[in-house]
Each structure stands twice: as C-alpha cells, then as structure tokens.
C-alpha cells in the first residue's frame, strides 16, 4: 500500500514539477496523513535525473513546510485547545496530547520546536501548542525552519544520492527514522533520571538548614538580654 502511494507521489510530482512538490508538502504541515520524506525524496531523484534544479526545490519545499506550520501555528494561536474540533487537523491533534506537549514547552522552550519537526508524531501537535500557548513567533519560526533545512536537506540528499537504488533507499530511510526515534527515547531517559538523580542528591534539611538563623542569635520575636553595666 505504501510502495503504491509512494509512486504515486512520484508521478504527481513528475507531472506538476515544483507547484506539486510545493502543495504537498504544504498540505503536510496541515495534518495530510503523509510523510514529509515521500515527496523530499522524490524531489532529489528528480534532481539526479536532471529534471528539478536544486535551488529551485529546496525552495519549494522548505516553503512548502514552513508554510504549513505557519498556518497551524496561527490556528493555534487563535483556537487554543478547540482546535482539535476544527475539521481533519482534529482528526491528527488530539486534547490529551496537546496537553503533554505543552508541559514540554513548558520545561524546555524552544528545543521543543527544533527536536519535534523531525518526528511525524508529534510534529503537527507541537506546531499547534506553540500557537496555542502565544510562544514567540520568531523564536518559533527560527528553530522551525533551521530544524527543516536539515531533515528536508537530509532526505532530499538521500534521495539524489541513491536514485538507482530505491530499495537500499528505503530500508535505509527506515533505518535512519528508527535511529532518530531511538536517540531521542534514550535522551529522554538520560533527562529523566538526572532529574530523579538531583532530586535524591538535595537533602531534605538542606532548606531548614538554610533558613535557620546564626546558632547565637535569639529566636525571633524575642527580645535580646538587657545588657547590665560591669561592677566597678
């Protein structure tokens, strides 16, 4: 079914050239149930088989993804957490995963945007929390479109690269996307137990300790001893 989509993508694009590569990556950004790789893919065979010019496409295409972001962020931005009852983007930004993303946004800002555009997962929710929670526009379109030069770059390369040899093309693109998804578990993980790790190492007492007075001084609230004159 996939294979079969796929080389449908790729005839779309043969025949509608940058306008398609465009539109679809467009869409993407909007919740289209495909992934972003297909039609970046595609785009650098055509390369290599001399038929797209490799600025023209990287423009395209990285108009095409920042595009659609900017549209989901500005949904966001205008109905919150209803926007998973707008039509079809609903059906891919669910109430119970905004939420997650948005404790994200909260502890770690911006790498939320840069890390969440390299997976499909969470890629749609994260643009839309962004908008939702007023995170800074430019600080989102900065990282947004920094994070897409380098996964379209990536998958654009790998298409030009192995153009004449699409099934070691495949088995390599699913192998990159598990070592991506591998890696980011496994920072995760190292986020969490540091965090467990810091909160066993703060002892209990270090905040009494802290806020205890000097061991000489009176209790507050009392007053100091009157001192007496010494006896002659």
């Known amino acids: 079914m996939l294979e079969h989509l796929e080389e449908i993508i790729r005839q779309w694009i043969s025949h509608g050239g940058y306008y398609v590569l465009f539109g679809l990556l467009f869409a993407c950004g909007l919740g289209l ?26 423009v395209c295409a990285w108009c095409g993804i920042i595009g659609g972001d900017c549209i989901l962020y500005q949904l966001g931005r205008k109905f919150g957490h209803d926007v998973d009852k707008i039509p079809f983007i609903g059906r891919h930004v669910n109430r ?22 390299l997976f499909a997962g969470v890629r749609g929710c994260m643009v839309v929390v962004a908008g939702a929670t007023r995170f800074n526009f430019w600080k989102f379109l900065i990282a947004d479109g920094l994070a897409a030069i380098v996964s379209g770059g990536l998958f654009m390369l790998l298409g ?10 495949k088995q390599l693109v699913r192998n990159i996307k598990g070592g991506m998804l591998a890696t980011l578990l496994a920072a995760v993980v190292l986020i969490i137990a540091y965090m467990i790790w810091r909160k066993i190492r703060k002892s209990p007492g270090d905040k009494h300790d802290s806020d205890a007075g000097p061991p000489d001084s009176p209790p507050e609230g009392t007053a100091s001893p009157e001192r007496r004159p010494l006896a002659d």
Request: charged content about 20%; cysteine-free.
């Open 33 to 58: 149930p495909l992934p972003e790789d297909v039609p970046l893919i595609t785009a650098g065979i055509l390369i290599q088989q001399g038929r797209f010019h490799w600025g023209m496409a990287a």
């Open 160 to 169: 030009y690269k192995f153009a004449q040899n699409l099934d070691y093309l």
């Open 96 to 117: 119970k995963r905004m939420q997650r993303v948005e404790k994200w946004f909260q502890r770690w800002g911006v790498w939320v945007v840069a890390v969440g555009r």
